[in-house]
């Protein structure tokens, strides 16, 4: 057996660096999640969060993961093409700074560093909702919208490293003010974030309209999140149910211009707002089916959930290092 | 020397079929046009469309393509992955036809049929403005807009053939109509067709500002077309000038969304519209810079103007059916 087949069949550990929390795993080849660990982080310092990927790591080495052929870092942020520099990441303190030579000198084992949507639709291509698509894309929704791109059995991570960021988009001229600076990014229309925005607006406006959502907050439209319509959908809310379908609508209509630009054989839900499921991707697949450029002559990507759930971006990060392990022979982080 | 290093030494025809007429030409391996021929075609029987493809196919394989490797065709359409069938074609009569193969038959040589604007993607990848780019998108502003994907040498059709349809993108909820059944698609803010539509607006509207314009056409706005605002704008009108700057704003932000999307390394603008320069590419270059999405955390895209002008679609037909062959050592079409 040669060193590539070999750490094919090895574990690998993933971690995700979420805003509050490390999350670790050890990842068979199979996907199969061996053992987890976790730290909290403050997420203000590079130095603590650091500490805390290096804590998850012993104990996962300690473990199961003794055999690792190395360790995959999935975050929320924006990194360059090799993973060896931070772009930007909104919840941390990372900014171009050299995360992966840094980590990779403390561990002493090959290493893959990216961003976290991107490792949740590795994973999903190998192993959840878009197993062997020849181009896949996911869509995460959460506070933002996050994405990534598989096509030809590839992550494909743009030419700078910063594509499937699709969340900034922008779908309406003049439109909701954005994290990211601009105005009117698909984000502000389809996340969580949105869900509460829109919620807020109309509890402001038509308190009656929202009576059942404002008893949820004790009459402060300011406190309304998207889990709160959510609940409220599920207990039959009209209004919280038609919040839900209008952020489909925007969901179905990003996908159709995704469909324009690349054409692709499935696209991947996932993030926290994906569990609400149908309430959302009826009318998501609903407005898909209404706004495909040249629908009628030509088929429209299959809109599905996403199977792997919240460990999708430890579970893709860690297959992600065993691939470059396999493939090069090399240690990535080399 | 064996069958597929000899392919890709050998010339290859190159077929671009418009709303009025079929050009072919003989392109050599460095992408010289060594003979070119053309027929007018009627466009709205299929019979004669091939009649007129195969009377420049025969007349330059009497000529210097006697030992061409193949036939490249593209056209202004949408194709399923294979080029087998035609899905949609707006301006002639194939609609669910069997295209590659007919054209197979009546030619036994090996055939690549797809998209024109995919085709000049190619042509400027392999040896115009985006030659070595590891990702380049091809954004083709005419009558519509049309666009093609370059990405690790290959040429992406998307999984049912049909990527690149930027033009169908849409920019604004609830905005023009488009021909696709659509309102709000790119194409109806940023081609010649929304430069006429603006102007139109205008000189209904504002009479006295668009005198100039009007001059042109005898007063009357509804026979204003996209050349007549290029030549005032040419001449130093400065509403002509501002029309143009406006389509360039709309061009730069819809090239924010593609790199939001798909972050690539250079876009190049081909099509009739491109030859308006930096008069439209100024304003593009401008906002694209503004509405880069993580701008000053990453590199954006460079936007470059197409280098093969009118032949590109030719030239990358008769390529892309060279490197068919010379890749899989055989026929394509068979």
């Known amino acids: 057996m040669t060193g590539t087949q070999e750490a094919a ?31 909290a ?19 996962l080495a300690a473990g199961p ?9 999935g975050a929320a942020g924006w990194f360059d093409r090799t993973g060896d520099r931070v772009l930007f990441s909104p919840h941390l303190a990372w900014r ?43 869509v995460t929704l959460g506070t933002g919208i996050g994405g990534g791109i598989v096509l030809g059995g590839r992550l494909q991570r743009g ?4 594509a499937g960021e699709w969340g900034h988009m922008r779908v309406v001229p003049d439109g909701r003010l954005c994290a990211c600076g601009n105005r009117g990014c698909w984000e502000q229309y389809a996340s969580g974030t949105a869900l509460a925005h829109t919620a807020r607006e109309v509890a402001r406006s038509s308190p009656a309209a929202a009576a059942v ?26 209004l919280a149910r038609g919040l839900l379908a209008e952020m489909g609508e925007w969901l179905g209509q990003g ?21 609400l499921g149908e309430t959302v991707l009826g009318p998501a697949r609903e407005r898909l089916e209404r706004a495909l450029p040249g629908r009628g002559f030509r088929p429209g990507p299959r809109v599905v959930v ?13 297959d992600l290092v065993r691939t470059a392990v396999a493939e090069s022979g090399v240690d990535p982080s080399a």
């Open 9 to 39: 069949r090895r574990p690998a550990l993933g971690i995700d660096i979420g805003g509050t929390k490390v999350a670790g795993g050890v990842v068979a080849p199979d996907g199969a999640v061996l053992a987890t660990a976790r730290r």
């Open 41 to 59: 982080t403050p997420g203000a310092s590079v130095q603590e969060t650091e500490d805390a990927i290096a804590a998850v790591v012993e104990e």
């Open 65 to 73: 993961g003794r055999d690792a052929v190395g360790v995959g870092v």
């Open 96 to 138: 171009n700074s050299s995360l992966r030579r840094d980590l990779a000198a403390r561990f002493g084992r090959p290493l893959w560093v990216g961003n976290d949507a991107d490792a949740a639709a590795w994973a999903e291509y190998r192993y959840g909702a878009a197993r062997g698509a020849d181009l896949a894309l996911m």
């Open 159 to 162: 030419s700078h490293g910063v």
């Open 213 to 238: 959502l404002l008893e949820r907050v004790d009459g402060d439209p300011d406190r309304l999140t998207g889990e709160h319509v959510a609940r409220a959908a599920a207990d039959g809310d009209p």
């Open 255 to 275: 996908i159709a211009d995704l469909a324009a630009v690349l054409d692709p054989e499935v696209v991947v839900i996932g993030g926290g707002v994906s569990v």
């Open 306 to 318: 996403a199977e792997l759930g919240a460990q999708a971006g430890l579970v893709g990060a860690a």
